[in-house]
């Protein structure tokens, strides 16, 4: 079975300033990488805690390349991303947006090597305002790339060893990104879900298409790919915002009544009610979830239709 193209790519140099680092001496082990920041809303309330990604570095890395990637659609590229998203499943890497017109830039990039160093070392900023989250994103993906894996595991706990596992995890995604070529997988086409979700197909990239414009929400494509190969491994999905009220619905469903093991945000985001029809989710079903407390979590309130997930990232690019 031929193995999928590898890009010619220049020799990379540790970036400036950054050492190798050893998670035994260099950093408390909460991880090399870091927690996530507070959850806050509009108004400068805090609305869930700083999470630590612990053992679960591949979540984290999803997000900070899905990050950096986000600002470089829209002002280089000049596409119109709503969301970037990205799943690790089968030691495979899935990416993409709700539209296909952004998600073939974002494949642009990735297979371009000086374009994806570009986008995933950039601060971005406006109007001479640094803008703080790409800041920590740029400076703790370059942490991962140097990340030293001699270190000594001597003394470390069962917590801090599976960590250590994770990290391994994460630099195969990061590792990924910057040397394979991505290809194009339709999320409609079940028998190319089964090949690319296959023993024989394992370590690859793919950028997921739906043949149209319509916008569908990216987790959607992840889910319909999963569940049309029937995938039982760990699936890990995670990128720029929270999935939607509707589209965390369909994941929850897809573990709960599918069998499909797959993580994602615990903090579910704004509902969309006309989304409800293409997700067999009725307004009840919905009203349930509000009423439950399901959606205590959201930084604007519960109501329907409420706006983006990441209005400061929105202004801010």
Same mark, same amino acid.
């Given at each position: 079975?031929? &193995?999928?193209?590898?890009?010619?790519?220049?020799?990379?140099?540790?970036?400036?300033?950054?050492?190798?680092y050893?998670?035994?001496?260099?950093? &408390?082990?909460?991880?090399?990488?870091?927690?996530?920041?507070?959850?806050?809303?509009?108004?400068?309330?805090?609305?869930?805690?700083?999470?630590?990604?612990?053992?679960?570095?591949?979540?984290?890395?999803?997000?900070?390349?899905?990050?950096?990637?986000?600002?470089?659609?829209?002002?280089?590229?000049? *596409?119109?991303?709503?969301?970037?998203?990205?799943?690790?499943?089968?030691?495979?890497?899935?990416?993409?947006?709700?539209?296909?017109?952004?998600?073939?830039?974002?494949?642009?990039?990735i297979?371009?090597?000086?374009?994806?160093?570009?986008?995933?070392g950039?601060?971005?900023?406006?109007?001479?305002?640094?803008?703080?989250?790409?800041?920590?994103?740029?400076?703790?993906?370059?942490?991962?790339?140097?990340?030293?894996?001699?270190?000594?595991?001597?003394?470390?706990?069962?917590?801090?060893?599976?960590?250590?596992? =994770?990290?391994?995890? *994460?630099?195969?995604?990061?590792?990924?990104?910057?040397?394979?070529?991505?290809?194009?997988?339709? %999320?409609?086409? &079940?028998?190319?879900?089964?090949?690319?979700?296959?023993?024989?197909?394992?370590?690859?990239?793919?950028?997921?298409?739906?043949?149209?414009?319509?916008?569908?929400?990216?987790?959607?494509?992840f889910?319909?790919?999963?569940?049309?190969?029937?995938?039982?491994?760990?699936?890990?999905?995670?990128?720029?915002?929270?999935p %939607?009220?509707? %589209?965390?619905i369909?994941?929850?469903?897809?573990?709960?009544k599918?069998?499909?093991?797959?993580?994602?945000?615990?903090?579910?985001?704004?509902?969309?009610?006309?989304?409800?029809?293409?997700?067999?989710?009725?307004?009840?079903?919905?009203?349930?979830?509000?009423?439950?407390?399901?959606?205590?979590?959201?930084?604007?309130?519960?109501?329907?239709? =409420?706006?983006?997930?990441?209005?400061?990232?929105?202004?801010?690019?």
């Amino acid at each position: 079975m031929p &193995k999928q193209q590898t890009r010619d790519k220049k020799k990379k140099k540790s970036p400036a300033g950054i050492a190798k680092y050893n998670p035994g001496k260099d950093v &408390k082990w909460h991880g090399m990488m870091g927690r996530a920041q507070p959850g806050w809303n509009t108004d400068g309330i805090k609305k869930r805690p700083r999470r630590s990604f612990m053992g679960n570095r591949e979540s984290q890395v999803l997000r900070h390349v899905s990050r950096q990637f986000f600002p470089y659609l829209k002002k280089v590229k000049k *596409a119109k991303p709503i969301e970037i998203q990205m799943m690790w499943a089968n030691d495979s890497l899935f990416v993409g947006t709700n539209k296909d017109t952004p998600t073939r830039a974002l494949a642009e990039v990735i297979n371009d090597p000086d374009e994806i160093a570009n986008a995933l070392g950039r601060v971005w900023g406006k109007s001479g305002e640094t803008h703080e989250r790409t800041k920590r994103s740029v400076a703790k993906l370059e942490r991962l790339a140097n990340f030293d894996f001699s270190v000594d595991v001597d003394g470390f706990d069962v917590d801090q060893l599976a960590d250590l596992a =994770s990290y391994d995890e *994460a630099y195969q995604i990061y590792t990924m990104l910057m040397t394979k070529v991505a290809e194009a997988l339709d %999320c409609k086409n &079940k028998n190319a879900a089964i090949k690319a979700l296959s023993p024989t197909h394992a370590g690859r990239l793919y950028y997921v298409l739906e043949g149209n414009n319509r916008g569908r929400h990216i987790e959607e494509k992840f889910i319909d790919i999963l569940e049309a190969a029937n995938f039982r491994g760990p699936a890990i999905i995670a990128g720029v915002k929270r999935p %939607c009220g509707t %589209c965390w619905i369909r994941l929850n469903n897809a573990v709960k009544k599918s069998g499909i093991n797959v993580e994602f945000s615990p903090y579910p985001g704004q509902i969309w009610k006309g989304q409800a029809e293409s997700l067999k989710v009725s307004k009840s079903d919905l009203d349930k979830y509000v009423e439950t407390g399901t959606y205590q979590s959201f930084p604007g309130g519960t109501d329907y239709d =409420s706006g983006s997930d990441s209005e400061d990232d929105e202004e801010m690019f």
